[in-house]
């Protein structure tokens, strides 16, 4: 059973640089979601889809784009990468359209950006 | 805007202990409260609470929400080195569909 998987999980890159971040689920869930984990800072909301074709802006959605490409899959772009993005991010998914039944983590993707 | 807080943001205990974690939470049309536990890599969903002074158990775990007062606590009782971990809380509000965490309590069991 894989659940969310995201792509990839380590990466290093230059200030200015672009990258995107890949994650899919296979349990059909409605609702995708990214974000980003800094220490002291807790679980920073980007941005989320609650259904296909639809995307929105969470707590922290500056310097990030994302698309929803298919009911399976949300990328993550940074188009200029800054120092203040490195992170750990993570993509989760839900059941429907609302997280009452809780969140689907993904194992997480670190980055840094020197 | 919606804030969740948790205390102590971390703790060290011995096996065998008891311990409470603390989250409170000020939020706009609330919805559930969710606790998580984070090891290494992703959090694991452990308890969501919708009503009030219904006690959530799940073995050596149990939580408890406070609607009124607005807060909820998690007892870990008997701990184990395995419960080592960041214990996340976690706010649903509204008609968005997301989630808002407090920082987390890191605790640490020894031997």
């Known amino acids: 059973n894989a659940g969310v998987t995201q792509t990839p999980k380590f990466q290093v890159l230059k200030t200015g640089q672009s990258m995107t971040l890949q994650c899919a689920q296979d349990m059909n869930h409605n609702s995708m979601y990214w974000y980003r984990q800094d220490p002291g800072m807790g679980l920073r909301l980007i941005y989320y889809?609650?259904?296909?074709?639809?995307?929105d802006k969470g707590e922290v959605p500056n310097g990030y784009n994302v698309s929803r490409l298919n009911k399976r899959e949300f990328s993550l772009r940074l188009e200029s990468a800054a120092p203040s993005q490195t992170s750990v991010y993570f993509c989760a998914s839900s059941e429907g359209t609302s997280v009452v039944l809780g969140l689907f983590f993904g194992e997480g993707s670190r980055l840094t950006v020197l | 805007e919606d804030k969740v807080v948790q205390s102590p943001l971390s703790l060290v205990v011995h096996e065998g202990d008891t311990v409470t974690l603390n989250c409170s939470y000020e939020?706009?049309?609330?919805?559930?409260l969710l606790w998580y536990k984070q090891e290494k890599k992703a959090p694991t969903f452990l308890f969501m609470l919708?009503?009030?002074?219904i006690e959530k158990k799940s073995g050596r775990l149990s939580s408890i929400l406070d609607k009124k007062e607005l807060f909820s606590i998690l007892n870990i009782t008997a701990t184990q080195t395995g419960d080592s971990a960041v214990y996340l809380c976690?706010?649903?509000?509204?008609?968005?569909?997301?989630?808002?965490f407090g920082t987390g309590t890191r605790l640490q069991v020894t031997l």
């Open positions: 889809s609650a259904s296909e074709g639809t995307t």
């Open positions: 976690a706010v649903s509000t509204g008609t968005a569909s997301k989630l808002t």
């Open positions: 939020v706009t049309n609330f919805r559930s």
């Open positions: 919708t009503s009030s002074g």
